[in-house]
């Protein structure tokens, strides 16, 4: 099957595979090279929990036969997973973190866990892994490496940080940690990446296109899900200490432990930055704002049988950054401002499996809740918190025969939003509810091609009630050849603030409308023989109604169609275990309706990111090249008139090294900006030059 080819990129021959990885490496060849399962009985029982407990006992069966010699630890290594298979085969092997494993595995592109090569949206995945090389401690600097993706950071560190998505606005990307909708109801729906830290994450995905049918108003731009490391092992932590350029210093820790019965993770960050001027220095600026951010993190789950689990999320956020203040006819100006954010996220879930894993349901109850202060020399002058809470259930149903598996899943939400403002100028207080309902199909022919159909009915007390749908089609041409294809629908409600906020800038219009657009794209994906890997091109565009911009010091609903069309191109190399190579380019046309560029969306970004381990398998070396081409942003007059402006490309050059000392100890260093490239994304607004980091991790068992 054309799926199975370059290395196991199917689930089912993941299954395979990692039952003989799971052996000591002289025991693999020798013990499969005798077995009766073959790799086509697997294919044909879809790695089922039958095909994991008879693959096991033969492993017992043929180590006892061959008589090797072990010690006793690598005996009771064998037992141990034979112990697992028996006792728990509806899990085994699923927590493998190893590149090639977890970067195949996505849960955002059908609310479920399917492989990256069974979906047709266009999707890009970072492991913990590539953030450990690179040695990355913001997510947004890691964003910054996916096709598709813009970032845009008003400043240094701790700055407001936003992301688009084949230039959609920020607010129009729907951001999760662990399941939890994390967007900031408070701030215009839109999530600040610039409080987000790194170093407790596993992975990241990154979903482009309008997924609305799958998740809602949020997502018309597409999704980035944030999923945190699980705990593992016997009780184990470590420790993170570094500091460096710009007064900056970084902590952090862990301590996790987990079997198949329980798992759970401790995690806290403390981030310290003398920082850079917001406004940009090159224009008169020259006082430094500072940056504080304490973050405290729990997840934790059970499995009291084996067909019932809970898991409990905790999430606390707490960060102080400077700021500097805005000028007509001038932009960003040194100010004696300051900015304090709290962040609460917590989510409890259950899930049920019946019928060996065929009928699956899930209840989850999450909540968020962010409030900002904003200080003018010392005085708070306006406070916002948003907070969400939302219900669902979500049950997926499966009947798997030789040639075809097919999958329902539905889904049942309940929102309640809540927008509360203060100012000199007025007190808002106003709540918005919305129950959704979805319904995806989906289809895996003789695990050669793949077909989703999705359609989501909204029930909103604001606004009309809504429908979006999504189409995804993937499938091997050949066996190096895969194509990919989506097609769908987004809407996106105006924000409470949108609608009826009040600041000395700004009013409120409570006439707009909800914005809504269509999306495709179509590509191809080239599966290499020689080296492991692929390059992917893809095709999108999207066509945006009632586009939502500032008019003067209100909001309007644009009466033309924008449109958004542009290429992606990825490649992802694996010549060698010591070597990895990332590369990708995203062309972007953008058009307000009215023969405007769409601000802050550069028409050519490339980077490229490649990490070698030497051959003493302690030292490694990575280095990063990211381009930004030119972009417009807007530039105010002394009347609050607006005109767009074009800012100058930039090149990032930034470079890391790690030493392992022993199984406890790592040194590291990194530099970033290391040719000192002076430039502005956000006009009027600084950045920093080279800068540098060293540190050291310590970890170990307990």
């Not at 960050?269 to 008169?284: H, K, M, Q, Y």
């Not at 005085?379 to 049950?395: I, V």
């Not at 100028?425 to 199909?441: A, K």
Request: hydrophobic share 35%; aromatic share 10%.
């Amino acid at each position: 099957m054309g799926g199975f080819r370059n290395g196991g990129n199917n689930l089912n021959y993941c299954c395979w595979k990692r039952v003989r990885e799971r052996l000591p490496p002289f025991l693999s060849d020798a013990t499969f090279s005798d077995s009766s399962i073959s790799y086509e009985e697997c294919l044909k029982g879809h790695c089922s929990s039958a095909l994991k407990v008879k693959a096991c006992l033969q492993l017992q069966s043929n180590y006892q036969e061959q008589n090797l010699k072990m010690n006793t630890s690598l005996k009771n290594a064998i037992m141990a997973i034979s112990t697992v298979a028996l006792s728990h085969p509806g899990t085994l092997y699923a927590d493998q973190t190893s590149p090639e494993k977890s970067q195949d595995i996505v849960i955002s592109a059908s609310r479920v866990e399917i492989s990256r090569e069974a979906s047709g949206s266009a999707i890009s995945i970072l492991d913990d892994d590539y953030l450990e090389q690179n040695q990355v401690r913001l997510v947004s600097d890691a964003l910054r490496d996916i096709p598709g993706v813009a970032v845009s950071r008003s400043g240094g560190t701790g700055s407001l940080t936003q992301v688009r998505i084949r230039g959609a606005e920020g607010n129009q990307t729907l951001v999760l940690i662990d399941g939890i909708e994390v967007n900031d109801i408070g701030s215009g729906s839109e999530f600040d990446f610039a409080d987000l830290t790194s170093q407790e994450v596993e992975r990241i995905e990154v979903l482009r296109g309008a997924q609305s049918a799958l998740w809602g108003s949020d997502a018309m731009g597409g999704v980035i899900n944030i999923i945190t490391k699980k705990g593992s092992g016997l009780l184990n932590g470590k420790t993170t200490l570094e500091g460096g350029s710009f007064g900056t210093s970084q902590g952090f820790f862990n301590i996790n432990a987990g079997t198949t019965k329980y798992h759970y993770s401790l995690n806290g960050t403390v981030l310290n930055s003398d920082g850079i001027s917001v406004a940009n220095e090159d224009r008169g600026n020259n006082e430094n704002d500072s940056y504080k951010n304490s973050t405290l993190s729990f997840k934790g789950g059970i499995n009291p049988t084996d067909i019932l689990s809970a898991e409990l999320i905790l999430r606390h956020v707490k960060a102080d950054s400077e700021e500097d203040d805005f000028a007509a006819g001038v932009g960003a100006v040194d100010a004696d401002n300051d900015s304090k954010t709290k962040q609460s996220f917590a989510k409890i879930s259950t899930g049920l499996d019946l019928m060996n894993g065929d009928w699956k349901h899930t209840w989850g109850i999450s909540g968020n809740d962010t409030q900002n202060e904003s200080y003018n020399g010392g005085a708070l002058s306006f406070t916002t918190e948003g907070e969400k809470l939302k219900y669902e259930y979500q049950t997926d149903f499966y009947l798997r025969s030789d040639e075809l598996e097919q999958r329902m899943t539905l889904v049942a939400e309940r929102e309640q939003e809540q927008f509360f403002s203060e100012s000199a100028f007025s007190t808002i207080d106003r709540e918005m509810d919305t129950s959704g309902f979805v319904i995806e199909y989906g289809a895996n022919i003789g695990d050669t091609y793949y077909i989703t159909v999705a359609g989501r009915r909204d029930l909103n007390n604001f606004f009309q009630n809504a429908n979006t749908y999504r189409f995804t089609l993937a499938g091997w041409a050949t066996n190096n050849v895969r194509f990919h294809g989506s097609k769908g629908t987004g809407i996106k409600n105006p924000t409470l603030f949108e609608l009826f906020g009040s600041a000395a800038t700004y009013n409120g219009n409570a006439n707009l409308r909800p914005e809504k657009n269509a999306t495709w794209d179509i590509g191809s994906e080239y599966h290499f023989d020689e080296v492991e890997g692929y390059a992917d091109l893809t095709f999108f565009r999207t066509d945006v109604d009632n586009l939502i911009t500032g008019a003067g010091l209100t909001s309007i609903n644009l009466s033309s169609n924008s449109n958004i069309k542009g290429v992606e191109f990825g490649l992802v190399l694996k010549p060698s275990n010591n070597l990895r190579l990332n590369a990708n380019y995203t062309f972007t046309d953008s058009d307000d309706g009215a023969g405007n560029t769409l601000v802050r969306r550069a028409r050519h970004i490339a980077n490229i990111n490649s990490s070698y381990l030497f051959e003493n398998t302690k030292t490694r070396i990575t280095g990063g090249i990211q381009y930004n081409g030119k972009q417009d942003d807007f530039e105010f007059d002394a009347m609050w008139n607006r005109t767009q402006v074009t800012l100058d490309d930039f090149t990032l050059v930034n470079v890391a090294i790690n030493h392992e000392f022993s199984d406890w100890v790592d040194v590291f260093a990194r530099i970033e900006n290391l040719t000192d490239e002076d430039y502005e994304e956000v006009l009027s607004n600084g950045t920093k030059g080279i800068n540098a980091m060293l540190g050291m991790t310590i970890r170990g068992e307990f």
